[in-house]
């Protein structure tokens, strides 16, 4: 795996996440969250590897791109998000929605893109733009939760998590549109978009490992 900015920010985020797991500071609030972090830094890093090694081949490449990218990285985001604070019960349409999420995908996939033939444009739009959405409520609703009124948000490690995954997606999902259905602006392997891209999801990735650290450096409380 030919070691970038990128891959050296995933393996920092499992070093973290990790470390901070093994020194016993997980709160019960915080071990699902942990877990989760864990299984999408090792997912991420698997897909890159694996992209890394792969031939050149069309059939081999989209599958393997519908399969990590299409699928798993949004459902794991989703599921990320099933297990944060939401005052608005918002948890319970997490599982409903991933399930309408992988049938549209199924249905996609036998009749109009399948997933061994090419990029499953309309599914990556689809579960991207739910963890988009759910990035969106989730920032909003955990600036108006009573609760957090007097707490230091820069102390809870999902504000760091739901701020970097909404910034990170956001201009993904943008340039996945603009890039898909515009092939003239550019492509996913050149061009200097495409490494601010990657440079964002690089500190997303990192983030999430240092995120469970932020009430040990952060006062919890405002004085």
């Known amino acids: 795996m030919q070691l970038s900015f990128y ?23 915080y071990r699902k969250i942990n877990f989760l972090v864990l299984f999408i830094l090792f997912t991420e890093l698997l897909s890159v590897f694996i992209w890394t090694k792969s031939e050149a081949n069309l059939v081999q490449d989209s599958y393997l791109f519908n399969l990590l990218y299409v ?12 297990q944060l604070p939401f005052s608005c ?21 036998l009749y109009l893109q399948p997933i061994n033939e090419s990029l499953q444009s309309y599914t990556y739009l689809l579960g991207h733009g739910l963890v988009l959405s759910y990035s969106v409520i ?20 999902y504000f760091w998590m739901a701020s970097l995954i909404l910034f990170s997606y956001g201009e993904r999902y943008i340039f996945f549109i603009l890039t898909y259905y515009y092939p003239s602006i ?25 995120s469970f650290f932020a009430p040990r450096f952060f006062n919890r409380y405002y004085t």
């Open 7 to 29: 891959s050296i920010a995933l393996l920092l985020g499992i070093l973290f996440a990790t470390l901070y797991l093994l020194l016993g500071f997980h709160p019960k609030e």
């Open 71 to 82: 699928y798993i990285r949004p459902t794991a985001m989703l599921l990320l998000f099933s």
């Open 89 to 109: 019960q918002l948890q319970k349409t997490v599982l409903p929605a991933i399930s309408g999420f992988l049938i549209i995908g199924l249905l996609n996939s």
């Open 138 to 157: 989730f920032f909003k609703d955990i600036l108006k939760q009573s609760k957090f009124r007097d707490v230091n948000l820069l102390s809870l490690p």
């Open 186 to 210: 550019g492509n996913y392997g050149v061009g200097h978009v495409f490494l601010w891209v990657q440079f964002l999801a690089g500190i997303m990735y990192l983030s999430l490992g240092l």
